[in-house]
């Protein structure tokens, strides 16, 4: 069973950085496409980055396009999100997922119907 497990929310103010990190467990982790969504309370679940297994590849949701970076660290099993110019818009749960479905070493996943993995989030909150 694969597991999840996110870390470096916190509350911080408008204009500050956080890092997160997901540190994935009981897996191939080069094998597996990585994400982050976040949920703010009463909206859907929203995709954020992406990162193809070999890392060579990005996408990042249109709100958070130019602030925040993914990248991952196969030797470590972990995949990172660096957040810059934290808006109270960011305020959310962040969600670290994967799966292993992807058949080129380039495709990202972008959508919450093609991760089968979830952790159990981590909360930020962006004061203004």
């Known amino acids: 069973q694969v597991q999840l497990v996110e870390s470096g929310g916190g509350l911080v103010q408008a204009g500050d950085s956080l890092r997160l990190s997901c540190a994935a467990s009981?897996?191939?982790?080069?094998?597996?496409?990585m994400g982050w969504f976040r949920q703010a309370p009463g909206k859907e679940r929203e995709f954020v980055a992406g990162i193809s297994r070999s890392g060579g590849s990005t996408d990042y949701g249109d709100s958070v396009k130019g602030r925040f970076g993914i990248s991952r660290d196969n030797a470590k099993n972990t995949v990172y999100l660096q957040m810059n110019n934290l808006k109270p818009e960011d305020t959310a749960v962040y969600y670290c997922?994967?799966?292993?479905?992807?058949?080129?070493?380039?495709?990202?996943?972008?959508?919450?119907?093609?991760?089968?993995?979830w952790g159990q989030g981590t909360q930020v909150t962006v004061s203004s």
């Open positions: 997922a994967a799966d292993f479905r992807a058949t080129n070493p380039i495709v990202v996943f972008t959508t919450i119907y093609e991760y089968n993995y």
């Open positions: 009981r897996v191939t982790f080069s094998s597996y496409v």
